[in-house]
């Protein structure tokens, strides 16, 4: 911001006084959210509101959570696909990545849910039952993680990819000249230095996860906005249920951002001199 | 090992395409011998750097066959990583890994490669950097050293694994005019030392002291071999002629 300019005893000066810098956006936050708390406590339809949403709390956290460590696997699987020398294997990878980016979330929950997932698992179970005389339960509020899981985990299969070809070709080359082999460059070269383009995104996919885990309330599944849905439309209390659902979503989402603001600076400070 | 008569670097017919239309080299054969110092010059885009990568494979040749040390490079039964051990790489840009020490840095190979002890590896870091002058910066980050430093700590890493041949690849391009010597005396110490050195450089004051032969290549292809001096005062060939016109003053 070198075109900011102010004036101070009529001369132009590039110092910006407080009021000016101030995160005065964080201090009207935190004030509507003091006023929801405020409410939920003194005022009777947002107390039943908070009583009756509250308890989707769990599954919502449970589901970010396993979603988020699946998404990770596959993420981690799908991304590396994509480098892979072998031709099989790349194009799969890819051709999974491309549907997913390619088609909006909504769609997708439906297709991945009531669709493929059910018939992969029958499948699944039909050799099951037939070599071990055992099934496979996929409980109705796992379908719906692994759901997000699958979507989740071709956007964070991008951001693996992307870490990695973002460190310079001259650090493989330098690596393989010294007779280190693929998987050991990749190890000791790449990686590490690929991990810090690769974890702040990955945190904000988590805060991500977290705000669509709402979406699985098209399929029923009883976590905080479909209990507010529940809420709302049998008591027709509409601003109670959907402004308590959103005071806990911001609060989630609020502190887990300033949390990962901490990581991330702690993660920068411990590479001592490095850039 | 290499019997005394067979060159310890052989490119046979080495042809590179890029895109299968861009010849980036044509055609090129070349032997250097044991403890031989070979100096590569010509304009840039010529292709010398394509030649140099293809001794170690980081480039792979689109015919022709690369013999290095006796191991056929070119070859699919060849161990590639075992080879690349044996010739070390400098490169124009350095490349050192910026999340490791200087002494890490020399260190890594050696013991994922070597299979060397931390102890061992270290004492033969700290061997290196003694030779290149600068063991006390062993625990710097790379990107705290200077440019003539971070590429002289490039070399000891190279040197760390004890090969059979050097690499340099334009190793002055990327320094500051202040820089360049200290580099080039560690060059010009190795070459004294007996090892065997191509280096592609635009430094003819270290061809002219240091190189056995000076190769001049045009266009991918080698135009004209030959004694530094004579190349120098008495190119055989226009295009060798017309490019140090251009260069020397």
Same mark, same amino acid.
């Not at chain 1, 990749?186 to 805060?207: E, K, T, Y």
């Not at chain 2, 044991?34 to 070979?38: N, P, Q, S, T, Y």
């Given at each position: 911001m070198s075109e900011f300019r102010s004036s101070r005893d009529g001369r132009i000066t590039d110092e910006r006084p407080w009021w000016d810098t101030f995160p005065w956006w964080s201090v009207i936050i935190l004030a509507v959210l003091v006023w929801m708390g405020f409410q939920i406590i003194v005022n009777d339809d947002y107390g039943l509101a908070w009583e009756r949403i509250i308890p989707g709390l769990g599954l919502t956290l449970r589901s970010t959570i396993y979603a988020f460590g699946i998404a990770l696997g596959i993420a981690l699987i799908a991304g590396t696909g994509q480098m892979s020398r072998n031709v099989i294997i790349r194009n799969l990878a890819r051709t999974y990545v491309e549907f997913v980016r390619g088609i909006p979330m909504l769609p997708l929950i439906f297709t991945v849910a009531l669709i493929l997932v059910p018939e992969f698992t029958d499948l699944l179970n039909t050799r099951l039952n037939a070599w071990f005389g055992w099934e496979f339960n996929l409980s109705f509020e796992m379908r719906a993680t692994v759901t997000l899981a699958v979507i989740y985990g071709a956007y964070m299969a991008e951001i693996f990819r992307g870490g990695i070809q973002s460190i310079?070709?001259?650090?493989?080359?330098?690596?393989?000249?010294?007779?280190?082999?693929?998987?050991?460059?990749?190890?000791?070269?790449? $990686?590490?230095?690929?991990?810090? *383009?690769?974890?702040?995104?990955?945190?904000?996919?988590?805060?991500?996860?977290?705000?669509?885990?709402?979406?699985?309330?098209?399929?029923?599944? $009883?976590e905080i906005t479909q209990r507010a849905r529940q809420f709302s439309a049998s008591t027709f209390k509409f601003r109670e249920g959907y402004f308590v659902s959103a005071f806990i979503y911001l609060v989630l989402t609020l502190s887990l951002s300033v949390l990962l603001g901490v990581l991330e600076r702690r993660m920068t400070r411990d590479r001592k001199g490095e850039r | 090992m290499t019997a005394p008569n067979t060159p310890m670097i052989s490119l046979q017919g080495v042809s590179k395409t890029f895109n299968r239309t861009i010849h980036a080299v044509r055609d090129v054969d070349l032997d250097v011998a044991?403890?031989?110092?070979?100096v590569i010059v010509g304009p840039s885009g010529s292709g010398k750097s394509t030649v140099l990568r293809c001794i170690n494979l980081l480039e792979i040749p689109t015919t022709g066959i690369v013999i290095v040390d006796g191991s056929n490079l070119t070859d699919v039964a060849t161990d590639l990583d075992h080879v690349r051990a044996e010739v070390g790489m400098v490169f124009q840009q350095f490349n050192l890994f910026p999340h490791l020490t200087v002494l890490e840095n020399i260190t890594l190979a050696q013991r994922k490669v070597r299979g060397r002890s931390k102890s061992e590896a270290s004492e033969m870091g700290m061997r290196q950097l003694t030779r290149v002058g600068?063991?006390?910066?062993?625990? *710097?980050?790379?990107?705290?050293?200077?440019?003539?430093?971070?590429?002289?700590? *490039?070399?000891a890493r190279a040197l760390a694994m004890e090969p059979r041949v050097m690499l340099f690849d334009e190793p002055t391009s990327a320094l500051d005019p202040e820089m360049v010597k200290e580099v080039l005396d560690v060059m010009l110490e190795l070459a004294s030392e007996g090892m065997t050195m191509v280096v592609v450089t635009h430094e003819m004051g270290f061809a002219k002291a240091a190189a056995d032969r000076l190769v001049f290549i045009d266009e991918g292809e080698i135009v004209e071999v030959g004694a530094p001096e004579e190349v120098f005062s008495n190119p055989s060939q226009d295009r060798t002629r017309a490019f140090f016109d251009k260069i020397l003053y």
């Open positions: 310079p070709p001259g650090q493989t080359e330098a690596g393989r000249s010294l007779g280190l082999n693929r998987r050991q460059t990749m190890r000791s070269v790449v $990686l590490p230095q690929a991990m810090r *383009a690769i974890i702040p995104p990955m945190g904000n996919d988590f805060i991500a996860i977290l705000k669509d885990t709402s979406l699985l309330s098209v399929l029923g599944a $009883l | 044991e403890g031989e110092v070979v600068i063991p006390d910066k062993a625990d *710097a980050f790379p990107r705290q050293l200077s440019g003539g430093q971070q590429q002289r700590v *490039a070399i």
